[in-house]
């Protein structure tokens, strides 16, 4: 083997060692929350599943939906600022009230009946996914290292795996002039 061959086989095989080290826990947190995030529809400990309420009939108002989610002890709502988002679902009849305390309530959006109350464990599991629940730096600092460090190991993985038929087609090819 040549010296250039063996000198790229031996730098791939310690960057492929060392990387997998370094990103063995971020890539196992990626891992398995991104596991658990493809399956979120389907297990309701991971996102409550979408209630029916009145399709195409829009007409709660704002003071409806904050004094609806007040009434829900969980959600531990007194005003706007303890809910993180609404999603609107006009085709399922359905408001879905998200407060920071991660709880959802899904009103119907005719009436403002509440319809659930569950713990949405989507929202820290996706936050765990990329690095944010930890820190915000963390995203920036473990996590995008920690992917352009996978992005080497793959390529070194690569590598690696071809190499050996490299080898013996560069033989053969002697072997045959």
């Known amino acids: 083997m040549s010296n250039v061959l063996w000198a790229a086989r031996f730098l791939m095989r310690k ?18 929350t991104g596991f658990l995030l493809q399956l979120k529809k389907e297990w309701p400990f991971v996102q409550p599943p979408t209630q029916k309420g009145t399709p195409l009939a829009l007409e709660i108002s704002f003071e409806t939906i904050l ?9 531990s709502i007194k005003s706007w600022e303890d809910i993180e988002r609404l999603d609107v679902r006009p085709d399922k009849g359905i408001i879905k009230v998200q407060a920071k305390n991660y709880y959802e309530i899904q009103l119907d959006s005719q009436n403002g ?22 820190h915000d730096l963390a995203k920036l600092w473990i996590f995008l290292p920690s992917a352009a460090i996978v992005l080497v190991l793959w390529i070194s993985g690569m590598y690696l795996f071809f190499l050996p038929w490299a080898v013996k ?8 002039n």
């Open 113 to 134: 009946k509440v319809l659930q109350v569950a713990y949405r464990n989507s929202d820290w599991i996706e936050a765990m996914h990329d690095g944010s629940w930890f």
């Open 15 to 32: 960057s492929h060692r060392w990387g997998a080290l370094i990103v063995a826990f971020p890539f196992l947190i990626v891992l398995v």
């Open 67 to 75: 004094a609806n989610s007040q009434a829900v002890p969980e959600a």
């Open 169 to 176: 087609m560069g033989k053969k090819s002697k072997k045959s």
